[in-house]
């Protein structure tokens, strides 16, 4: 299976200032079947974007990927107090599906 | 408005079985395939099982291949995981989702159902 390992563990950064997320997978992935969520203490994980860079309803632009084969980056422009969550990478192959072990994005 | 409702959750011995069930509204259920991702206290998100719009095809996460078995019910707009042989390890809150287009992302989620594996 497809190991995703997300960094750094935890961000600590201000709102207004630039977040960078990483995800290296242990094998190359399709941006097609690569997908980043937000999870919310005590919420259910939300869909932020997939595929080569779509976003789903609702997600603002601030929100953007990028990357390809085995490195990719979720980037949030300009930080929100409601972007401070954790994050999840998922991607498919194999006939399996996996998700990174997250990133913890806290108001510094 | 998508609805995805969860039941079934709750405590079971090591070795028992438990059934969920994840109950739709909302959208044509039969044009989507459906997924269960399951979360143990205080840990990420993990995989466990997927099955297609018409109940066809199916992929189990290793971890619980042979264990449990996910099912649908189009007429009644459900999704069925069937969880025997439970393990310690299997406590999680269990979330249903609807996949957006096969087999990833997962568009909308349930609120989840707690499992508790325990003696």
């Known amino acids: 299976e497809i190991v995703l390992t997300q960094s750094p563990g935890t961000l600590s950064l201000s709102p207004g200032e630039r977040a960078t997320l990483s995800c290296r997978a242990s094998?190359?992935?399709?941006?097609?079947?690569l997908a980043w969520y937000q999870q919310k203490p005590g919420q259910s994980p939300r869909l932020l974007i997939y595929?080569?860079?779509s976003r789903a309803t609702g997600i603002p632009d601030r929100f953007s990927v990028s990357g390809s084969g085995t490195d990719f980056t979720l980037t949030i422009s300009r930080l929100e107090p409601e972007d401070f969550a954790v994050y999840y990478c998922?991607?498919?192959?194999?006939?399996?599906?996996?998700f990174g072990q997250g990133t913890r994005l806290e108001i510094k | 408005e998508v609805q995805l409702v969860e039941s079934g959750g709750g405590l079971v011995q090591p070795g028992g079985s438990l059934r969920l069930s994840c109950t739709a509204s909302g959208f044509t259920f039969n044009n989507y395939a459906m997924t269960w991702v399951r979360q143990a206290p205080g840990k990420g998100l993990e995989w466990v099982s997927s099955?297609?719009?018409?109940?066809?095809?199916?992929y189990d996460a290793d971890s619980v291949k042979g264990r449990f078995t996910i099912s649908r019910d189009n007429s009644k707009n459900m999704v069925f995981l069937q969880m025997n042989s439970l393990r310690a390890e299997d406590t999680a809150i269990y979330y249903c989702?609807?996949?957006?287009?096969?087999?990833?992302?997962?568009?909308?989620w349930g609120q989840g159902t707690l499992v508790t594996v325990s003696s």
């Open positions: 099955v297609s719009g018409n109940g066809g095809t199916t």
């Open positions: 998922q991607q498919y192959g194999s006939s399996a599906i996996t």
């Open positions: 989702a609807q996949v957006k287009k096969w087999p990833i992302p997962l568009d909308y």
């Open positions: 595929g080569a860079s």
């Open positions: 094998q190359s992935v399709s941006s097609s079947y």
